[in-house]
Structures are given as C-alpha cells and as structure tokens.
C-alpha cells in the first residue's frame, strides 16, 4: 500500500509544474562569474556580457517548467530585441543533436534569437550550484535558474524555477538595462552565508532521491549534494 502510494506521489511531481521558489533584485554591485561552453551552431556561449545586457537560462532538456518559461520567452514580443542576448545553456550533459531538436521543439518561435549551448561534459551543472551559491539563491534549486546581467557584467537579478514571459518583461529587462548607483560590494550576494552544513542532508531530500550527482529528469528541487 505504501509503495502505492508513494508511486502515486511520484507521478504527480511529474506533471504539477513546481512553484517558483526563489526571485528578485540584487543588490547593487553584483559580480558575475565566468563560463564558457559550445554553441550548438557553431563557437562559444560565455555567461559574461559583451558590452550588452544578458539573459542566461540554466535548462534541462527534461524538466517541465524548464520547457514551458523557455517556449513562453521564444514567444514573446521582446525577444527579437538586438539590443541584448539571450543564452540557454543545457545543464544535464544533452548532446548538441538533442539541444538543436529540444530548439526546433520548443523555440523555434525564436528564430534563432535564443542562443543555445550544449555542455556533454557536464560542466554547467556545476556552474548551476556556482551560481546558486554566488547569488544568494541556497541549497535548493528549482529549474530553470535564470539570471539577467548588465552592460556592465553585474548581474542584477535572479529567477529559480518557472516564470512566464510577461514577469520577465516587467521585472527583470528593466534591470538589464540598469547601472545602480553606488555599489555596496558589501551586500554582494555571494558573502551571505550559506545553510549549516552540519545538518542531516537527509532531512532536505527525499529516500528516493539519486546520490550519483546528476542533474534530476523531473520538475521536483534539486538538492545540492554534500
């Protein structure tokens, strides 16, 4: 019966997309860290700015919530906008032939305006919990983590899990296209201190959760590995 109930469980954590669980400003003065990976047409994606705002987009191929902020963001007004990038880069080792089908998939709407990148090394899910550490967002992650960056390469705020288009137009390209003033590097989000990793790591994850250290294929948090 336990086991019954326990699969019924697990099914619905496949199909009820998950709340967002982490979203906002940061301060000013936020540095941004630096990644670089394959485009999947061809070159390099790097996480820092060119001399133009950024939107970075930490994806799974296989996650739900990742599929559908991606496809909202390929269909929305602003996102043939030259005046900034927007790179989506798979954290769960996809080859680049899958991250270009997932593209035609899901995006094409875009027309090529989301830059994709393919990580079989395995490299970004690391730069994933990099960043979640960084930018004050914590132990667990909800997919995908989004964070937008400046001209200036401060990163000015960060999303974790689902959010639609439209909260992203409204909220987050207004801190792309801005510089604070005086920068406390103080409050810089990645001093803050971390959860006390003296506790149980069992008590922020389920029994069936996987101790291998890759990235999860549902919707459910993801919990970093201590």
Not at 33 to 46: A, C, K, R
Not at 186 to 205: H, I, K
Request: aromatic share 8%; charged share 20%.
């Amino acid at each position: 019966m336990k086991k019954k109930i326990f699969g019924l469980l697990a099914a619905l954590m496949l199909v009820v997309p998950a709340l967002q669980v982490s979203a906002g400003e940061l301060p000013a003065g936020t540095s941004n860290l630096s990644y670089t990976f394959e485009n999947v047409d061809g070159g390099e994606i790097t996480t820092t700015s060119n001399g133009k705002p950024k939107m970075v987009i930490l994806f799974s191929h296989t996650c739900g919530n990742c599929r559908a902020t991606l496809s909202g963001i390929a269909s929305s007004n602003w996102v043939k906008n030259d005046d900034m990038d927007i790179c989506a880069i798979g954290f769960n080792g996809a080859s680049v032939e899958q991250v270009k089908d997932y593209r035609e998939a899901n995006c094409a709407a875009a027309d090529g305006y989301i830059q994709f990148a393919a990580d079989s090394a395995g490299d970004a899910w690391s730069a994933l919990w990099d960043y979640a550490e960084h930018l004050g967002v914590g132990d667990t992650v909800q997919f995908p983590l989004i964070f937008v960056v400046n001209a200036d390469n401060e990163v000015r705020g960060v999303s974790s899990g689902y959010i639609s288009a439209s909260d992203l137009e409204s909220n987050y390209l207004p801190l792309m296209n801005s510089t604070p003033e005086n920068p406390d590097d103080s409050q810089n989000p990645g001093d803050t201190d971390r959860p006390d990793d003296s506790q149980d790591s069992n008590d922020s994850r389920d029994d069936d959760s996987d101790d291998s250290g890759n990235a999860p294929a549902s919707n459910e948090p993801a919990v970093r590995k201590t």
